[in-house]
């Protein structure tokens, strides 16, 4: 006879669920493995990372060693932070050189002024000549830091609009930008300009750098940034040129005379 056997007996063990399967490897969560696909946050300009570099002159040499090692970033880390007081003061910064030329040519020129204008001693219009020129040229000095200013605004505006007009503005990006990075650019430009004999190619050449930078920091393609900073300089020249036609055929119907 066989053993009769319990209701529990006859039915196959229960499975644990609580163990896993042993033949089937320990599954990890999904993307643990993987790392964060954010890209890095970029640090602003160095002249405005105060975190980075909180000397004064650190900044600025900062800046130096970002132009000259990789000069397109700069283009990236302008959009990190606001306000144009910053870029104005590098402007200002390295316009130093530039201020002190024209200081100089205003003293030799006013010189001049004062030396004519002494000669006609008995004259009331040399006197008042030989008082009001350096005054003249001194107001002019202080106004260059403001000439400055709204150099740097109307050219990176006009770099903004015909960006604007060459299909190449990136939403977001706005007009307050390009006239930082124009800042900055710019006031290197300025002290390469100072080389003598290579001054109109530095200047050209920098235009170009502007372009391609602008087009960068806003996403658009290379060839209309380029074009957008030397559509002002086309126009100045068309302009310009029947200017000196007319100019050339004027002195020559007085020549003929």
């Known amino acids: 006879m066989s053993e009769i056997t319990g209701p529990n007996e006859a039915l196959p063990p229960a499975i644990q669920l609580d163990e896993p399967p042993r033949n089937l490897p320990p599954t990890l969560p999904p993307f643990a493995d993987q790392p964060p696909t ?13 975190e980075a570099f909180p000397d004064f002159w650190s900044r600025v040499g900062g800046m130096f060693r970002l132009v000259f090692s990789n000069p397109m970033e700069l283009f990236d880390r302008v959009p990190v932070t606001e306000g144009l007081g910053a870029p104005w003061r590098f402007l200002l910064l390295l316009s130093i050189p530039v201020f002190l030329i024209m200081a100089l040519v205003f003293f030799l020129v ?14 009331g219009d040399g006197k008042t000549i030989a008082a009001i020129m350096p005054l003249i040229f001194g107001v002019i000095l202080l106004l260059m830091p403001l000439f400055t200013f709204l150099g740097m605004i109307l050219f990176g505006a006009l770099n903004h609009f015909f960006l604007w007009m060459w299909g190449g ?12 990075a124009y800042g900055y650019a710019s006031a290197f ?20 750098v502007i372009g391609m930078g602008l087009a960068r920091m806003h996403k658009t393609d290379t060839w ?24 050339i055929s004027t002195f020559a119907a007085l020549g003929h005379r």
């Open 38 to 50: 954010e890209a890095p946050s970029l640090r602003p300009v160095p002249f405005e990372d105060r």
């Open 110 to 123: 006013g010189m001049g002024v004062m030396l004519a204008a002494l000669e006609q001693t008995g004259k």
């Open 169 to 180: 503005l990136k939403p977001g990006v706005g007009a307050n930008q390009s006239i930082r």
């Open 189 to 208: 430009i300025q002290i390469g300009g100072l080389i003598p004999y290579l001054n109109i190619l530095i200047q050209l050449a920098g235009l170009v």
């Open 224 to 247: 209309r940034g380029v074009c957008a900073v030397l559509t002002p300089l086309f126009l100045v020249c068309c302009c310009l040129v029947p200017l000196a036609i007319m100019a």
